[in-house]
């Protein structure tokens, strides 16, 4: 995160002496990016959180890739995969893949494990309900239109805090994701230029402490060969001897934190702006942002929808999130729905779009879109929900 932050008991130096009051000493840990070379906070535990008493593999839920072959537009409605009961980590059912980036859908009713992703950041989207964050750093409250970013390797769980259950779009990266560079100053603070800033960000602000012995936590990790799916990935289930969340204080750059796409604030113009403008976050090969409520275009012969395109570096997912997207009207695009535009495909608004645009002021809509650098891969939940006539609407009379 670009900013440093401050939570509970932290000594007035690093590195020295902080005990507690039994006298014993607190133990540091240093949760530091790059190798010692970038952002880092450092945490102060009750108890060691290197102390393990078990390791065992740990046979993850299967899924599954294939190529997007024939290349073609597709259509996935999320909402058909809302069935069972599940948790918002071992319950993910994953739509869209490549060797950068995990996209994938849950619907969880009840808590989920303690988890650790050694892989990469995860970016979690609240679509409907309430959930609570718990990590070593404390707690994030987070409801729909919140994003929620999770550096790598942060012991977390999801609970659900409402009576319906949490729908989440999870982007999992092999690397780190944060705000732009471009909305960045050399020293990390959001520019005037920004969509937004440090006031729209939330924080954990007072520690979670929790007691218990042998506690279970699961980790996603980096292996010479992956199971299941082949992407470079296993699973370690670790038995740590007291519970992880007993940290008594932190401090630094580097923790769990929420955004809502509702304070993203659009850039418009008088003609009509290209999706750069939405960006909210990078990551590795690719990027997210976001379509908000706002303003459209005002030149008086002004054509609000965006126009024929063929972004030929980049796959082009999008999730449906609220709203009346103007440019779908007519394709079957609905709440909850994701599109995917593949490079090598021209894609554009429905028929009829452009000329019932002309002369709108606003456009009511609510959407989240991950650009990749490499191509999607279809997982197996893809292909469940696939709306199967979609490529074809651009051809309806």
Request: hydrophobic content about 35%.
């Amino acid at each position: 995160m670009p900013y440093y932050r401050k939570v509970g008991e932290v000594p007035r130096k690093r590195h020295t002496q902080f005990r507690q009051p039994d006298g014993s000493l607190y133990a540091e840990e240093l949760m530091g990016q790059e190798g010692f070379s970038s952002d880092s906070s450092l945490l102060y535990h009750r108890h060691l959180p290197t102390a393990i008493v078990a390791a065992e593999e740990f046979a993850a839920p299967a899924w599954s890739r294939v190529p997007n072959l024939p290349l073609t537009p597709r259509h996935l409605r999320t909402h058909k995969l809302d069935t069972g009961s599940a948790d918002a980590v071992l319950g993910r059912q994953y739509l869209l893949a490549n060797d950068d980036v995990r996209i994938g859908y849950a619907v969880a009713d009840r808590p989920s494990p303690l988890y650790r992703n050694a892989v990469g950041d995860e970016c979690l989207y609240v679509e409907t309900g309430t959930v609570r964050v718990e990590s070593t750093f404390g707690v994030l409250a987070a409801t729909a239109g919140d994003y929620v970013i999770i550096p790598t390797s942060v012991i977390h769980r999801l609970v659900p805090t409402g009576t319906e259950p949490v729908r989440l779009l999870t982007v999992e990266a092999t690397g780190h994701i944060g705000p732009p560079k471009r909305y960045l100053s050399v020293r990390g603070q959001f520019l005037e230029h920004s969509p937004y800033c440090e006031r729209d960000v939330r924080g954990p602000d007072e520690p979670l402490l929790v007691d218990g012995t042998d506690v279970e936590v699961y980790v996603r990790h980096r292996a010479r060969t992956g199971r299941p799916g082949g992407d470079g990935t296993a699973w370690t289930r670790y038995t740590y001897a007291h519970h992880p969340f007993d940290v008594v204080g932190w401090d630094g750059h580097l923790y769990p934190w929420a955004f809502s796409i509702h304070d993203f604030e659009p850039i418009t113009g008088r003609i009509h702006q290209p999706p750069p403008v939405h960006q909210t976050f990078q990551g590795p090969n690719f990027v997210i942002c976001s379509f908000v409520p706002r303003k459209v275009d005002y030149h008086p012969e002004a054509i609000p929808v965006p126009y024929n395109h063929h972004n030929v570096d980049s796959d082009e997912m999008l999730f449906y999130t609220g709203g009346n997207y103007e440019a779908r009207r007519g394709s079957g695009i609905g709440q909850g729905s994701i599109s995917l535009h593949p490079a090598g495909f021209t894609h554009g608004p429905q028929p009829g779009a452009v000329e019932r645009a002309i002369g709108a002021d606003f456009f009511d809509e609510l959407a989240v879109m991950v650009d990749t650098f490499r191509p999607l891969d279809l997982c197996e939940a893809a292909q469940r929900c696939e709306d199967t006539g979609y490529a074809w609407t651009w051809a309806r009379r």
